[in-house]
């Protein structure tokens, strides 16, 4: 731990505001949360009996999607093991099918979200402010974000009476309200 306070101390050196305050507290901080944010891009997401969900499969790092992702993915996974009768092969390959695009459209945002919240010029820091002061650039953000965090999702508890036990809400998710697909 030493040496990562080490590390955060000389990458922040010399700047203002709060930062030389917040750096002389690292010295009496008894824990440090210390972490790079990264993401494993899997080729597929199942072998044999084990599929991947959430972020192992499809994380979308701070992209702002990743909860959600984990829970339409969720859904999608049981919905499927149950239509499949149990059978892990033909489930995992649909609930793959299904998503895809869905996650891989959410992990595109997530690619842009880093590098514009911490860019690494002046010149970076001065667009970045610029486009959060202005609320149309802002909102024009948010609906780009909608845009592909939306996804038709399969009508299991229709499909299988059974299901609704469980409390399966299904429909489009997404900002532009919900919607059965059949
Ligand atoms: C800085 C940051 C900001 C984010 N902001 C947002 C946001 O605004 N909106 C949003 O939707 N998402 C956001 N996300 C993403 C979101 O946090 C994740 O997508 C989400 O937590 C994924 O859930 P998960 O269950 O797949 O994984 P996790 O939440 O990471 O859960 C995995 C769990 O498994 C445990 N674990 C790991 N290995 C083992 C092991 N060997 N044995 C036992 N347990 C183990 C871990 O300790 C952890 O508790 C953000 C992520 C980051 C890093």
């Not at 010399?14 to 750096?23: H, N, Y």
């Not at 993915?73 to 009768?85: D, F, H, I, Q």
């Given at each position: 731990m030493a040496?990562?306070?080490?590390?955060?101390?000389?990458?922040?050196?010399?700047?203002?505001?709060?930062?030389?305050?917040?750096?002389?507290?690292?010295?009496?901080?008894?824990?440090?949360?210390?972490?790079?944010?990264?993401?494993?891009?899997?080729?597929t997401w199942s072998t044999g009996r084990i599929a991947l969900l959430?972020?192992?499969?499809?994380?979308?790092?701070?992209?702002?999607?990743?909860?959600?992702?984990?829970?339409?993915?969720?859904?999608?996974?049981?919905?499927?093991?149950?239509?499949?009768?149990?059978d892990h092969r033909t489930a995992f390959a649909r609930y793959e099918h299904t998503l895809r695009d869905y996650a891989q459209g959410c992990q595109k945002g997530g690619d842009r979200t880093g590098p514009f919240l911490a860019p690494g010029t002046a010149t970076g820091l001065w667009v970045r402010n610029g486009l959060l002061n202005r609320r149309w650039l802002l909102n024009k953000m948010l609906d780009m974000g909608k845009q592909i965090s939306?996804?038709?999702?399969?009508?299991?508890?229709?499909?299988?009476?059974?299901?609704?036990?469980?409390?399966?809400?299904?429909?489009?998710?997404?900002?532009?309200?919900?919607?059965?697909?059949?």
């Open positions: 040496q990562q306070k080490t590390l955060i101390r000389d990458a922040f050196a010399g700047l203002g505001w709060e930062v030389p305050r917040l750096l002389e507290s690292l010295g009496q901080a008894p824990e440090l949360y210390f972490d790079s944010i990264s993401r494993a891009d899997v080729p959430g972020d192992a499969a499809c994380g979308a790092t701070i992209g702002g999607m990743g909860t959600g992702t984990a829970v339409v993915a969720a859904y999608v996974l049981a919905g499927e093991l149950a239509r499949a009768r149990g939306s996804v038709d999702l399969p009508d299991y508890a229709a499909e299988l009476p059974k299901a609704a036990a469980f409390g399966v809400v299904s429909g489009r998710v997404g900002p532009r309200g919900a919607r059965r697909q059949r």
